[in-house]
């Protein structure tokens, strides 16, 4: 079957599954990798495996840029002492662990190929943690850490796992030279991503042309990524870093047009690069099975629960040791302005440790190897183990995650949060439409003698009044506790606004089936209701 078809029919299970399983609180993604696992194995469905350089050398620069370009730069200082301890330690101290571990249950691994198995397992997915980490009510510091960590530690873990792969094939290892690459590499993308941010942000704010301009916003990430991997690094810090600069510093500078494409375009993009991602990761499950099917299952599941415990009992004793005590035990001045921060808040960092798609990209991405045990292939059973520990990560965690945070009450946290930063918004706006008050009576004193434009002034100001006191009534609505309903304040705002467009909707449609006005005229009309409703509900 042609490759179109096939992402073709892929597409069109994910709009299936994401209509079908829409209000359910279990994250989309595990899902869909439930669905592609059954679907797998189902006999008349073609084999689809997941393409490794599609995924690393495609998905992953568009899921960074995405993720990055949408994120707080100032969030992200704030919180870099434990994202950094999150990206680089703890990936390098799950790698050796794993390393440890593997080498123990499977001799014949040596110690390259099991760094390597370390590597790979070692950094938790952005695209897992991010796809259920939105679905449900995390704390913002919280959320802020595990992104800021999906999108760092790959570039940690893709560099080990370069390093170790050589050593694997070539039986050769310096460690002077894997640590100087390493920091040579996470320097140079840094600044690489940061200049080159700037000088495409320059660009990208002197074009108006808005077809244009999305097209320059989807080709952002490559320019920042593929120079990046030519040159030996891994490209996801200069992606992340151009998308941090353009997000943070040139959004603004943007054409509104532009800025409200992109917020339809992006989301969309991300959405459907994570739920395929997922969608094939289980799609591999029937062909990965099938390679190793002679190894006994005893052994397999020795393998498999050794490694899932190791990543998941690893991850709360970096997390609970190297993060929250020893730094706070080792500088007294961090204890006093950083406190040991509620128990909840690092079993939840630490519970969230999701293996995803990436891991089993890179796994995909290993060269044929001479090796074998029982004659399998070691490559394929590597696969075969990342592809469990993924598939455990996101069942056992990513779908008790929700309930945790209900038990322990997280989500309590998470709920406040969401409804003073609601509140924060109201406070805003309504900081904005007395500055344009401001201004329009400034400018009403000056036009005295032009009564057209004094006429549309005016009109202005009363619109603009209206609008104050209808925030003036929200602000006050909030008591400053509850949870605040904002689909229910929505829906009640909207109300009479939807029924007038209604209104005007069904007496264009008249007129077009009438052949009174031509399709351009209808469309642009339609674009005019649209864009009024879309300006009530930002």
Known sequence: ???????????????????????????????????????????????????????????????????????????????????ALLSIGH??????LVAVVIHALIPQMGWALAFVMGAIISPPDDVAIVSIAEKIQIPERIFTI???????????????????????????????????????????????????????????????????????????????????????????????????VIGNNFTLKFTPAFRLTALSIWPTIGFAIQALIFLLVGLDMRSVFMRISSIPLESLMLYVFSLAFVVIVGRFIWVYGAMIFLPRILFPKLRKKDPY?????????????????????????????????????????????????????LVLQGLSLPFLLKKIGVDKVGKSERYREHLTELQARMQMIQAAL?????????????????????????????????????????DGISPHDEQAELKEKMSLLLQLVEVERAELSRMWQEEKINLRTRNKLISTLDHQIQRHLI
Request: glycine share 8%; with cysteine.
């Open 146 to 244: 595990l992104e800021g960590e999906g999108m760092f530690n790959d570039a940690a873990a893709l560099t080990i796992f370069r390093f170790a792969l050589v050593a694997a094939i070539t039986n050769e290892f310096s460690m002077l030279t894997a640590v100087s690459g390493f920091t040579l590499t996470i320097i140079g993308e840094i600044v690489y991503g940061l200049l080159l941010g700037h000088l495409i942000g320059r660009i990208r704010e002197k074009i108006t042309n808005t077809s244009l301009h999305v097209i320059a916003s989807f080709i952002t990430p490559f320019l920042a990524y593929i120079p990046a991997v030519k040159l030996g690094g891994t490209g996801i810090f200069a992606t992340a870093m151009v998308g941090f």
């Open 91 to 96: 990936v390098f101290f799950i790698t050796l």
């Open 341 to 393: 921060p509620p128990w909840q808040y690092p079993f939840i960092i630490s519970w969230a440790g999701i293996r995803g798609g990436i891991s089993l990209a890179a796994a995909l991405a290993i060269p044929a190897l001479t090796l074998s045990i029982n004659g399998i292939d070691l490559r394929d059973l590597l696969v075969f183990l990342v592809f469990c520990i993924i598939l455990v990560t």
């Open 1 to 83: 079957m042609d490759p179109y078809i096939i992402y073709l029919i892929l597409f069109g299970i994910i709009i299936l599954v994401g209509q079908l399983f829409q209000k359910s609180t279990i994250p989309i993604g595990l899902i869909l990798v439930i669905f592609g696992m059954l679907l797998s194995f189902f006999p008349y469905f073609p084999e689809i495996n997941l393409d490794s350089k599609l995924v690393l050398n495609f998905f992953l620069p568009l899921l960074i840029y995405q993720i990055s370009a949408f994120s707080s730069w100032r969030d992200i200082k704030k919180q870099f002492r434990p994202i």
């Open 438 to 478: 401001s201004w329009l009576e400034g400018r009403k004193v000056k036009i005295k003698s032009n009564q057209k434009l004094l006429s549309e002034i005016t009109q202005h100001i009363l619109e603009y009044q209206m609008l104050k006191k209808q925030f003036e009534s929200r602000i006050l609505d909030h």
